[in-house]
């Protein structure tokens, strides 16, 4: 797991240059990219949701586009559209920005259910059907989506469906008062991200997301994990609980980030810190709950205080 460490330390280190002080959600997004999975980023405007998207993909040298979701946009504005050629007399297919290895789709919830679900089959499948004819998009393929947890005029909030083909919810939040000063100070002159380098290969990098399939899990890990699981599908304050893609979400990420610092074999420290990320946008409670505004990142943790460790105490 050496060589996986150092292309998350590397990765790591070249997006830190640009968003300061944020390592551990850096961190979650790397693992979310390892996993071949997808990550909401879930903040307010300004906390560097860009910055991050556009610095991964330099640091990679992946394409990169960005999707500023509007409620007028058309599903064939995410996915591509077949305009007829009159010169070849065929129809041509444009691809829609969807079609790169690294998208941000800013402000997800703003555009309608029918456009959501344009992104459905490229975050599972990895291709878009347009008039028939399926196209593949290029691998490695991260969506990286937002959402203003604090306006909801004008939103669509996404569907279960779509929630659950997001592997991680993230928030950047502000930065401390040091990191700030930091940040005005890199950026008196000029841009950070203006200088940022590649620092890993693509080959590497899907080399690396194979080898993370390969961490070891214990079979005492993947019942603590289904323990964690079934605690939330029994939940007094919980309508629905985790899919079973939200359990293999949590073992996936678990694996990724024991790769990420180094180890071959996955501790209950891993599946603990992955825990709120992975599963806390899965959860739907019910209406009592959120009456007294419970949020789900406050059920995940007292479930995660209340079911044994193995080998290990409640507490």
Do not use: W
């Not at 980023?41 to 556009?54: N, Q, R, S, Y």
């Not at 975050?123 to 008039?131: A, C």
């Not at 940022?196 to 080399?207: H, S, T």
């Not at 990420?253 to 209950?268: C, E, H, K």
């Amino acid at each position: 797991m050496e060589e996986t460490q150092l292309i998350a330390e590397r990765l790591i280190e070249n997006v830190g240059k640009v968003i300061v002080g944020k390592t551990e959600a850096v961190r979650l997004t790397v693992i979310g990219l390892l996993c071949r999975g997808h990550v909401l980023i879930e903040d307010v405007p300004g906390t560097g949701k860009t910055m991050l998207a556009k610095s991964l993909a330099r640091s990679i040298g992946t394409t990169f586009n960005r999707i500023q979701f509007t409620p007028d946009m058309l599903p064939s504005d995410v996915t591509g559209v077949s305009i007829f050629n009159q010169k070849t007399r065929e129809f041509e297919f444009r691809p829609g920005p969807i079609l790169a290895q690294i998208v941000l789709t800013d402000e997800i919830n703003r555009a309608t259910p029918k456009t959501q679900a344009a992104l459905l089959e490229a975050m599972e499948e990895r291709q878009v059907t347009v008039d028939g004819v399926t196209h593949s998009i290029p691998e490695p393929f991260l969506v990286l989506a937002t959402q203003n947890p604090i306006e909801y005029e004008g939103t669509f909030p996404l569907p279960e469906a779509q929630l659950d083909r997001f592997l991680l919810r993230i928030s950047l939040g502000y930065p401390s008062v040091p990191d700030e000063i930091e940040m005005m100070n890199r950026q008196m002159v000029s841009h950070p991200i203006e200088d940022l380098k590649r620092v890993v290969e693509v080959d590497a990098l899907l080399a690396a997301q194979k080898a993370v399939r390969h961490v070891r899990v214990s079979d005492e890990l993947k019942r603590y994990i289904l323990h964690l699981i079934s605690a939330t599908r029994n939940h007094g304050e919980v309508y629905l609980g985790a899919s079973p893609r939200g359990t293999l979400a949590l073992v996936r990420s678990a694996q990724a980030r024991a790769a990420v610092l180094g180890r071959s074999y996955v501790l209950p420290d891993d599946i603990k810190a992955c825990a709120v990320p992975a599963l806390a946008h899965r959860l739907i409670i019910g209406s009592s709950a959120r009456v007294r505004e419970i949020d789900t990142r406050t059920i995940i943790n007292e479930i995660l205080n209340a079911v044994p460790v193995p080998g290990g105490e409640v507490g």
